[in-house]
């Protein structure tokens, strides 16, 4: 304390107050792309109370709640930049990452057939950054199937709605639907009349088919001669039994 030339003295003691700090801090789980992160604070301070929060998103997003929640637009990894201040303007800052999967965009191609026909699904889902661990086909009949690319035989005519369902490796799920037609099979059926050798025979189509149209006729004679024509008439070379083989082919549409 200061002392003058004459011996006097005084002195004064003021008290000054060292503010704590807060410490940032904020949890985001991994999510998969198409859905929502959610940013939980869990900053503190021993003394005194945290008065603003400040987020800074590296896709240029900007948010000043304690929580929030926020969509990324595409699967990438993101850095999350927090600064939050004390009810004395103290300040702490964190940069953490909030990880968004990359998605798959499912789908497939099928083919069309009759009933009993083999009917092809290939995968040709599109994915960036990721990979496919399952498969999952639902038939719409109640089947199903985990493969790929599966081979199926439906046993009625119809339109069949497809479920495909992918799991990406980090545990993701997408689906996506289809269809396919299966055409009923005709049926085959013709009548003739039995005619002396030389004389000409007439073979009359009486086939059916519940839906779609018989677009061809192979008529397969066992003289080794054939027809194509709906209705064909035909010789045979001599007297005998003579086996004939119709083959009708159709369409769905």
């Known amino acids: 304390f200061p002392v003058t ?43 005194g109370s945290i008065s603003s929060y ?7 997003s900007n948010y000043n709640t304690q929580n929030f929640i926020h969509q990324f637009s595409k699967g990438d990894t993101f850095d999350v930049e927090l600064v939050v201040n004390s009810n004395h303007n103290c300040r702490d800052t964190i940069t953490k990452q909030a990880i968004v999967y990359s998605g798959i965009q499912p789908s497939f191609s099928t083919t069309d057939t009759c009933v009993s026909g083999v009917v092809v699904f290939k995968d040709q889902s599109k994915y960036i950054n990721t990979g496919i661990s399952t498969w999952k086909y639902y038939f719409g ?8 690319n599966p081979y199926y035989q439906y046993n009625k005519a119809g339109k069949y709605t497809i479920k495909q369902v992918v799991l990406s490796k980090e545990g993701c799920s ?26 000409q025979f007439k073979f009359f189509s009486r086939s059916s088919i519940s839906s779609g149209s018989i677009q061809n006729y192979l008529w397969k004679f066992s003289d080794a001669t ?20 119709w083959i009708v082919i159709v369409t769905g549409k």
Do not use: M, W
């Not at 997408?174 to 049926?187: M, N, S």
């Open 174 to 199: 997408y689906d996506t639907f289809g269809t396919v037609d299966i055409f009923p099979l005709p049926v085959p059926d013709f009548r003739d009349t039995n005619q002396c050798v030389d004389n």
């Open 226 to 245: 054939t027809s194509v024509l709906k209705d064909p008439p035909h010789v045979f070379p001599g007297a005998g039994n003579y086996t004939v083989k």
């Open 141 to 148: 009949n109640g089947d199903s199937s985990g493969t790929a």
């Open 5 to 47: 030339i004459f011996g006097c003295a005084d002195s004064i003691t003021k008290t000054f107050e060292a503010y704590t700090n807060p410490v940032a801090q904020f949890n985001v789980a991994p999510v998969c792309e198409g859905n929502s992160s959610t940013f939980i604070s869990s900053s503190s301070i021993s003394k």
């Open 54 to 60: 400040q987020y800074r998103l590296s896709d240029g």
